[in-house]
C-alpha cells in the first residue's frame, strides 16, 4: 500500500506561484505514472498533469506554458511548480501515482491540498 503525502497548498495573489509537493512511500524506482489532479467546488475532478517514469509530460491545457511537472524517481517524489496563478486554479489538488505490481496496475491518491488564487 502505497501512502502519498502532499504539501504546499495555500491562498495566493493572481499572477503569484506555488509549489506543491507530494511524497510516496514506495520502493525506489517503483512508480510508474505520477500526476496531480484538481477538483473545484461544484465540479468534475481533472487533470493537471502527469510525467511518465521516463519523465515525459502531458499538461491541461489550460495550465500549458504556466505549469511545470517534475519527478525525482530514486526519492518517489513528483512536485508541482504553478506561475502566473489565476483565480480559475483555484481548487484542492491531488497527488495521483499507479504501481505495476506484477500485471497489475494499482491507484493510489493524496488527500489533497487546497490552492486559493484571490486578491
Known amino acids: 500500500q502505497v501512502q502519498l503525502v502532499e504539501s504546499g497548498g495555500d491562498l495566493v495573489q493572481p499572477g503569484g506561484s506555488l509549489r506543491l509537493s507530494c511524497a510516496a512511500s514506495?520502493?525506489?524506482?517503483?512508480?510508474?505514472?505520477m500526476g496531480w489532479y484538481r477538483q473545484a467546488p461544484g465540479k468534475q475532478r481533472e487533470l493537471v498533469a502527469f510525467?511518465?517514469?521516463?519523465?515525459?509530460?502531458n499538461y491541461a491545457n489550460s495550465v500549458k506554458g504556466r505549469f511545470r511537472i517534475s519527478r525525482d524517481n530514486a526519492k518517489n517524489t513528483v512536485s508541482l511548480q504553478m506561475n502566473n496563478l489565476k483565480p480559475e486554479d483555484t481548487a484542492v489538488y491531488y497527488c495521483?501515482?499507479?504501481?505495476?505490481?506484477?500485471?497489475?496496475?494499482?491507484?493510489?491518491w493524496g488527500q489533497g491540498t487546497q490552492v486559493t488564487v484571490s486578491s
Open positions: 510525467i511518465t517514469r521516463g519523465g515525459t509530460t
Open positions: 514506495a520502493s525506489p524506482f517503483s512508480l510508474n505514472n
Open positions: 495521483n501515482v499507479d504501481e505495476l505490481v506484477g500485471t497489475t496496475l494499482k491507484e493510489y
